[in-house]
């Protein structure tokens, strides 16, 4: 049983608190001046007016000295909380021992791929080989390039709103206009397809009278003559997307797109690189369809706030790729290897504990922002699934109209004055991503629900 007094001593048990009268503070806004001096803005958080200086489980302090509750969990990776004691504990003693070692083998990495193959969804577990990656997109990549070799087709499914990185090939299946626009052209052969966003509903229908039309159809293009999608060798979907708004489809869907898959031929790609390590409820998202993936990248929040990643393939399929066909210098490092060892243990020791307390407490985070968004006129949607919530802003609950994105940055920019840190995603820019660490307290989930809701009520 994990009791809240344990877990607020992961956490800055003060936060929020605001030492400065004014956001960024001075010490802040040098060190902001200097990322613009120095720093690319191309990456992800650029211009965003906050400095980590400390980070301690679910909180974080500037370099003014601000404490702040971290909604991000630094986008889905520190799921048991930044800094966690037997995390640093399980680096320092390996940063003795050894560090990298190349691509060969090393104790740590081998440990590592045994306990991944542990927590495997059905269907990979205990039946399976992992290839390591230090990111997301690694892994994405990867995937692409063994589909190829595994099944011999060039073409690949994926989804309106989907994220899979922003490397050629991940880029190329992944559909923000910002990575897209004047990057092209891209991989030939990617077929993009309607995901299930009900909220927005494409085919203009509602669940569950409608049927799954949105699963119906990707089975229609994919085993019907005349599509164009002849020679379709996987099919990439995330279990709940992530960066296209939290949007998290029933569980039928994927059983249907399974079954399709099935019958094309095609293998499926369960791109877990946001939705696992536990964040939903349970370890893999897709384990609460019961489908079982043919490969799974994962990532972020396996790596226990360290670069680790990768690509976990069914045996029979690895058995198809060459050896020496992929190498990468630094995969498998061995302390993040270290460190994503314990990151697992603390998700999944006592049964998954915290894993079940994530499934918990976000049905909690969700009625209280239900409840609180009734009479709220620019929250449109809360969804999602464990610590993994899409909060949607809209002008107006009827014409469901995105929030304008001036006044998406005023609710951000209101928030972080307040001393909470969270950052948006979706089609519109316009969902908030309530995705904290897993050791978020309940105090400081409740501080976090209460201040989004005054600020929301406040445009
Ligand atoms: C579903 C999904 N796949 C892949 C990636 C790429 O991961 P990375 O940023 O570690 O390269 C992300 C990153 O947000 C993601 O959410």
Not at 375 to 402: F, S
């Amino acid at each position: 049983m994990l009791s809240e007094q344990e877990l607020a001593k992961l956490s800055y048990p003060e936060a929020p608190k605001m030492v400065t009268d004014r956001i960024p503070g001075l010490n802040t806004q040098a060190y902001l001046d200097g990322s613009v001096d120095f720093e690319s803005m191309a990456r992800g958080g650029g211009r965003f007016p906050l400095v980590f200086e400390e980070g301690k489980g679910a909180t974080i302090k500037d370099p003014d000295g601000n404490i702040y509750i971290d909604i991000t969990a630094g986008v889905a990776v520190n799921s048991v909380g930044r800094c966690h004691p037997r995390v640093i504990e399980a680096i320092q003693q390996q940063m003795c021992k050894l560090m990298h070692a190349i691509d060969f083998s090393n104790v740590r990495r081998t440990d590592l791929a045994r306990k991944v193959a542990e927590v495997m969804p059905i269907g990979l577990q205990n039946n399976c080989i992992t290839y390591f990656t230090q990111s997301g997109s690694g892994a994405v990549e990867t995937a692409l390039k063994f589909v190829r070799k595994i099944t011999g087709r060039t073409q690949v499914v994926a989804f309106h709103g989907a994220y899979h990185g922003v490397w050629f090939g991940g880029n190329s299946l992944t559909t923000g206009d910002q990575y897209r626009k004047g990057y092209g052209p891209f991989l030939p052969g990617v077929i993009h397809l309607p995901y299930p966003y009900c909220y927005r509903c494409c085919f203009g229908l509602e669940y569950p009278s409608c049927n799954l039309q949105c699963a119906q159809y990707v089975d229609y293009v994919l085993n019907t003559p005349y599509t164009g999608a002849d020679d379709v060798g996987a099919l990439i979907i995330e279990a709940q997307q992530g960066e296209g708004g939290y949007v998290a489809p029933p569980a039928e869907y994927f059983q249907i797109v399974k079954k399709a898959c099935e019958k094309h031929g095609a293998l499926y790609i369960s791109d877990e690189v946001q939705a696992g390590a536990g964040r939903t409820g349970k370890m893999w998202c897709i384990e609460h369809a019961g489908v079982e993936p043919d490969m799974l990248t994962w990532g972020k929040g396996m790596g226990g706030d360290m670069a680790m990643a990768g690509l976990t393939i069914r045996k029979d399929l690895a058995a198809q790729i060459d050896d020496y066909s992929q190498p990468n210098t630094f995969a498998g490092n061995a302390v993040a290897a270290a460190a994503s060892m314990t990151n697992i243990d603390i998700l999944t020791e006592n049964d998954s504990a915290l894993i079940k307390r994530a499934a918990e407490l976000g049905e909690e985070i969700q009625s209280w922002l239900k409840e609180g968004a009734a009479d709220i006129r620019v929250i449109g949607d809360v969804r999602g699934r464990g610590l993994m919530i899409g909060i949607e802003m809209v002008e107006d609950k009827e014409t469901r109209a995105p929030l304008a994105r001036e006044k998406v940055e005023q609710i951000l920019i209101g928030m972080l004055q307040k001393g909470l840190v969270m950052v948006p995603c979706g089609r519109y820019g316009n969902v908030f991503r309530f995705m904290p660490p897993l050791v978020l307290t309940r105090a400081h989930a409740r501080k976090a629900t209460e201040i989004l809701l005054e600020v929301s009520k406040s445009v």
